[in-house]
């Protein structure tokens, strides 16, 4: 399965990956094809094409195709294997790898999913060069964001190269890059499955991330979404004490090399309603993902006022530049 507009871009890709013995399944492209009834889609033509348990789904295209045909596999006469082509940078570091599966609900995002792994992923990064520059500027955002609460060495490695990665202009430091961010993300996943203990550090920048996303009914790109979210998130730590000083600061000033936001022009009531039904929500507090100092995080309470300050804080309310959203 595929989306249209990475069938049209990614077709020089084709004859490298194995060519399936059933039907392809072409998505519209964006996260308005995440949902219960592009998921029946994908059944209807399985079903049709004769899937049975020693099938596979091949899913080629970026976070989308991959979560909806991941949870396809995963629901499938009870789970059938999947394998990922990603093809955008947020699907090579984040959705690809770690098993989380979903589709969208009108309450919010990734409310209706499953824990299912992919046998195989197979990454190209020359595939980015068929990015448009804003998809690509996001997707660094989640590289930022794993070595941010995670890796220092990758923190350190980013704040040494950000201009020739962000534009792709030396493709060995773009896959050196990639690399150590989809290893620290295996790393945590391998700690931690099911997402009980460390793994939540991996929503670093999501709690509120999330609720500016759904906010923005998607028009902004979850990596601008994540952005905004970890500035948010930093800020947030530093005045509950849990970050250290200028953290926060040295974290933002990398976010602002790769060209990505501060702030998000949204509803700030839908924004409170998304967070509202956040699944890291306990009765009257948040579980945030908060940085303690460079490279390392860990999971605090945060009461509902503060957490809804922290979001409020990230809404724009005046004029902003559209190129930024």
């Avoid at 090579?92 to 992923?121: E, Q």
């Avoid at 979404?225 to 990398?254: D, K, M, N, Q, Y």
């Avoid at 509202?276 to 507090?285: I, V």
């Avoid at 860990?298 to 979001?311: F, G």
């Amino acid at each position: 399965m595929t989306d249209r507009r990475v069938a049209s871009a990614c077709e020089w890709m084709r004859p490298s990956m194995p060519e399936p013995e059933g039907p392809w399944v072409t998505l519209r492209p964006g996260e308005g094809a995440k949902t219960l009834r592009g998921l029946q889609r994908v059944w209807t033509h399985a079903l049709e094409g004769g899937v049975d348990r020693g099938s596979a789904v091949l899913c080629h295209g970026g976070g989308v195709v991959s979560d909806l045909g991941g949870l396809a596999a995963a629901t499938l006469l009870r789970g059938v294997r999947y394998a990922t082509a990603p093809t955008s940078l947020l699907a090579m570091v984040d959705a690809s790898v770690g098993g989380k599966t979903a589709v969208d609900h009108p309450l919010g995002k990734n409310l209706i999913g499953a824990f299912h792994h992919p046998s195989v992923v197979w990454v190209d990064v020359a595939a980015l060069r068929t990015l448009p520059a804003r998809e690509l500027r996001s997707g660094w955002a989640e590289v930022v964001k794993i070595a941010a609460v995670r890796d220092l060495r990758l923190l350190e490695f980013l704040e040494l190269h950000a201009e020739r990665v962000a534009t792709l202009a030396e493709p060995s430091l773009v896959e050196d890059a990639v690399r150590r961010a989809v290893r620290a993300k295996i790393d945590v996943v391998a700690e931690d499955e099911r997402e009980r203990g460390p793994r939540g550090l991996l929503n670093f920048g999501h709690t509120v991330g999330h609720a500016v996303e759904s906010a923005s009914r998607f028009r902004l790109r979850h990596g601008e979404c994540v952005a905004v979210g970890c500035r948010a998130a930093l800020a947030l730590g530093e005045s509950l004490g849990v970050t250290a000083p200028g953290v926060a600061a040295r974290v933002g000033a990398l976010l602002d090399r790769f060209g990505l936001p501060s702030t998000a022009r949204v509803s700030a009531s839908e924004a409170e309603r998304a967070m509202s039904l956040d699944k890291k929500r306990d009765g009257a507090s948040l579980r945030f993902a908060l940085v303690t100092e460079a490279g390392a995080g860990a999971m605090r309470e945060v009461p509902w006022p503060r957490a809804r300050e922290a979001l409020h804080a990230a809404i724009e309310t005046r004029s902003c530049d559209e190129s930024r959203l």
